[in-house]
T-cell receptor, first 115, second 111 residues
Framework: DSGVTQTPKHLITATGQRVTLRCSPR?????VYWYQQSLDQGLQFLIQ???????AKGNILERFSAQQFPDLHSELNLSSLELGDSALYFC??????????????FGPGTRLTVL | AQSVTQLGSHVSVSEGALVLLRCNYS??????LFWYVQYPNQGLQLLLK????ATLVKGINGFEAEFKKSETSFHLTKPSAHMSDAAEYFC?????????WGAGTKLIIKP
């Protein structure tokens, strides 16, 4: 158990809908990262927050957004869902913002299925 | 731009045999490299990381990896495979705030 929790574990929805994925980082970690894992694209970094502020953006679509709240939990919002958004979404957390050797600890993921 | 290449999407070894999973990186700066393992229907777990302190890095579950700058490689090895090692293994390089991932290698253990 990494100490990172994600809810829900599974999510099934229809095209055009909007969903929210939630992540609670490990106690003491200030950084939260979101990743998407799909069969065709592999693992891709989406976005990072550090202590409530956006720190880095990766391959995140405009239909997707995230935020980190004062209690440090984070939410990833996916809207106008398409079939291709079906994937496993991981949240990871770490202590610092950008330490090169800083370890990212991963949650169990949320499997999103768009029908 | 930094990148990671993992040779072999699937590697099959017999139980008790040597495990060798290959990872090559491309980086214009000293790289910070990681190996993660993903068991079926689970998240990613850190196996080991290279932080430039030592070229031979020991990780959990008997795995180790050797950083070779001349070969731009960071291959993962384990002397004797166990059935419980069956999983997908990912090599990653740290690039600013994010991890750049390889495509992953599925390790299959034959009894």
């Amino acid at each position: 158990d990494s100490g990172v929790t994600q809810t829900p574990k599974h999510l099934i929805t229809a095209t055009g809908q909007r969903v929210t994925l939630r992540c609670s980082p490990r106690s003491g970690d200030l950084s939260v990262y979101w990743y998407q894992q799909s069969l065709d694209q592999g693992l891709q970094f989406l976005i990072q927050y550090y202590n409530g502020e956006e720190r880095a953006k990766g391959n995140i679509l405009e239909r997707f957004s995230a935020q980190q709240f004062p209690d440090l939990h984070s939410e990833l919002n996916l809207s106008s869902l398409e079939l291709g958004d079906s994937a496993l979404y991981f949240c990871a957390s770490s202590v610092v913002a950008s330490g090169s050797t800083d370890t990212q600890y991963f949650g169990p993921g949320t499997r999103l299925t768009v029908l | 731009a930094q990148s990671v290449t993992q040779l072999g999407s699937h590697v099959s070894v017999s139980e008790g045999a040597l495990v060798l999973l290959r990872c090559n990186y491309s980086s214009s700066v000293p790289p910070y490299l990681f190996w993660y393992v993903q068991y079926p229907n689970q998240g990613l777990q850190l196996l080991l990381k290279y932080t430039s302190a030592a070229t031979l890095v020991k990780g959990i579950n008997g795995f180790e990896a050797e950083f070779k700058k001349s070969e731009t490689s960071f291959h993962l090895t384990k002397p004797s495979a166990h059935m419980s090692d069956a999983a997908e293994y990912f090599c990653a390089v740290r690039s600013n705030y994010q991890l750049i991932w390889g495509a992953g290698t599925k390790l299959i253990i034959k009894p």
